[in-house]
Nanobody
Framework: QVQLGESGGGLVQAGDSLRLSCAASGRTFSTYAMGWFRQAPGKEREFVALIKWSASNTYYADSVKGRFTISRDNAKNAVYLQMNSLKPEDTAVYYC?????????????????????WGQGTQVTVSS
């Protein structure tokens, strides 16, 4: 069982940066792949980034590639999302998620249904 809690959201202007954090409970945190998703009003939840247990394996949505960086600290049971050059279209509720890294391959890593645990979300609002 893994419990997740996000923090770090807020209201910023276009071009600003934010760093989201996700704190996880559970002894087996390091074995999980950790992802970030986001959901804007009236839209489906969409994949943002994923990091496997080995921090060298990271994946990004095309819309955030080059601007966002996902990282993890297994000693602190935490995963982070550094968001730079924020745009108004990045406005959404951002969710942290955990899943079996062995199952999150190919198209599955982009699909919310293949993740086992979710946080409650943190709001990010980017004004123009």
């Amino acid at each position: 069982q893994v419990q997740l809690g996000e923090s770090g959201g807020g209201l910023v202007q276009a071009g600003d940066s934010l760093r989201l954090s996700c704190a996880a409970s559970g002894r087996t945190f390091s074995t999980y792949a950790m992802g970030w998703f986001r959901q804007a009003p009236g839209k489906e939840r969409e994949f943002v980034a994923l990091i496997k247990w080995s921090a060298s394996n990271t994946y990004y949505a095309d819309s955030v590639k080059g601007r966002f960086t996902i990282s993890r600290d297994n000693a602190k049971n935490a995963v982070y999302l550094q968001m730079n050059s924020l745009k108004p279209e990045d406005t959404a509720v951002y969710y942290c998620a955990a899943g079996d890294g062995g199952s999150l391959i190919g198209s599955r890593l982009y699909a919310p249904g293949f993740y086992d645990y979710w946080g409650q979300g943190t709001q990010v609002t980017v004004s123009s």
